[in-house]
């Protein structure tokens, strides 16, 4: 049965084509280094936007908001435009000139994006992260050569994450232009250093590249023991089923994915199902890189203050802003608040996505009955805080299906896991566990 593709194309445009389980498995889980920029400049963004609201820069506060809107919005013309005014503004951030690689790279103007990482690299962004934008941007024009050698450089990270993400790429890499046998070296070394389940089909994904089917249903098995309510993992095995002659195993999977697929259409405000092992929209990457950008932003945000002769001028900003609302169906805070706040005796939270863990014990869904709900969870929950999902880290699934936001209830954040199972423990009900951080899949909750 043949398979089809849907791609945003630059410029917006739509394009469905034809493809295979190669081209697909090769990218499912481990997308190469695109996930990792996407968050990396998300980061840089959003370290510069939440000290830009404790400062006194109100026309800086504005340019960063107007420059992460334009790079979560598609539309590719106008994140180019004002990521190019932003570096033009404020020449000085490297994360302002790491965004403009991004947006050049939206545009397929791949030289200009290397050069523009180069600038950043010149005005302080970590060499590390240099190494990851190039990857991305040499993955995406073709330069397969190159992007391997930006993996290769990063594979020597003594960081496990790091590594092991590095080496998933590469294997990614190496499969597309022919070379199981070292692919599966590198998937190796990666399960070495951390063996989880992106690592697990990705080594199921070589092996049946080399023909090794019971080598592959032995690892996706092993990757559906990790991630089991992933309807992606459960149809790689259905097929790897079949290809052995066992049908029956093949249609109990297609029956559980069926069943979690329906599941996951329903609108409530439980945890997201495991994620989808999706090509190249996941965000699970390297945690490491949480603090990076914002120590890199905390030592730029003083470059542009002294650089700004009308900061004087702002009004007050102190955490407390006036902004436009968020996309959609959140509503705008009054004069004097966050974006995204309610106007409830309880103000509005941003936690920081700095690996800490949270207890959620409920939600609203409703955009009629946002605070209504919230504030009845905030008296229910003595000393519970709220946050609006889209708003927050990427481990926090930012939207329901419909399109409509997610205003969370929580407990925390605690340092620890074991902190924060206390407090479900405590709480009891449907409530759970989740990390903040820009790394872990947006379906994953902390065992308690």
């Known amino acids: 049965m043949p398979l089809y593709r849907h791609d945003r194309l630059p410029g917006g445009r739509d394009q469905i084509r034809q493809t295979t389980w190669e081209d697909e498995a090769a990218g499912a889980i481990v997308g190469g280094a ?46 180019l435009s004002l990521a190019t005014d932003f570096v033009r503004r404020y020449p000085h951030p490297a994360d302002g000139h790491a965004a403009l690689a991004e947006a050049l790279q939206r545009k397929r103007r791949f030289d200009d994006a290397i050069s523009s990482v180069e600038r950043a690299v010149q005005r302080g962004l970590d060499e590390t992260q240099a190494h990851m934008l190039r990857a991305d941007i040499y993955d995406d024009a073709g330069q397969t050569g190159k992007a391997i050698q930006e993996f290769t450089m990063l594979s020597r990270s003594q960081d496990p994450e790091l590594r092991q993400i590095s080496l998933l790429s590469r294997a990614r890499l190496l499969l597309k232009i022919g070379d199981p046998d070292q692919a599966l070296q590198d998937v190796n070394d990666a399960i070495a250093s951390l063996p989880d389940e992106a690592a697990y089909v990705m080594r199921g994904h070589v092996h049946r590249r080399k023909g090794d089917l019971e080598a592959c249903l032995r690892d996706y098995s092993r990757a559906v023991q990790l991630c089991p309510n992933s309807v992606d993992l459960l149809e790689n095995r259905a097929e790897i089923y079949e290809m052995l002659g066992r049908s029956e195993e093949a249609r109990a999977d297609r029956c559980a994915a069926a069943d979690i697929g329906g ?72 004069a004097g608040m966050l974006r995204g706040d309610l106007g409830l005796s309880t103000p509005i939270s941003s936690p920081p996505c700095s690996g800490q863990f949270i207890t959620f014990v409920g939600a609203a869904v409703d955009p009629g009955k946002y605070q209504a709900e919230v504030q009845r969870l905030l008296a229910r929950h003595e000393g519970s805080s709220y946050l609006l999902t889209e708003l927050s880290c990427s481990s926090l699934r930012a939207r329901l299906p419909g399109g409509h936001s997610i205003y969370a209830v929580y407990y925390g954040p605690y340092a620890t896991q074991t902190e924060a199972c206390a407090a479900r423990a405590r709480t009891g009900g449907d409530s759970y566990v989740k990390r903040l951080d820009n790394v872990s899949p947006n379906g994953r909750t902390a065992k308690c």
């Open 34 to 79: 695109a996930a990792a920029t996407g968050w990396l400049i998300g980061s840089g963004i959003s370290g510069l936007r939440t000290l830009a609201r404790s400062s006194r820069d109100r026309k800086l506060l504005q340019a960063v908001t107007g420059l992460e809107e334009a790079s979560n919005s598609g539309d590719d013309d106008r994140f």
């Open 263 to 334: 599941t996951a259409a329903a609108v409530d405000d439980s945890p997201t199902p495991a994620p989808q092992a999706t090509a190249r929209t996941s965000r699970a990457w390297v945690g490491w890189l949480v603090a990076a950008a914002s120590i890199v932003a905390a030592v730029l945000l003083g470059v542009l203050l002294a650089h700004q002769p009308d900061a004087a001028d702002a009004s007050t900003l102190g955490g407390a802003t006036v902004t436009a609302s968020p996309a959609g169906d959140s509503p705008n805070g009054p």
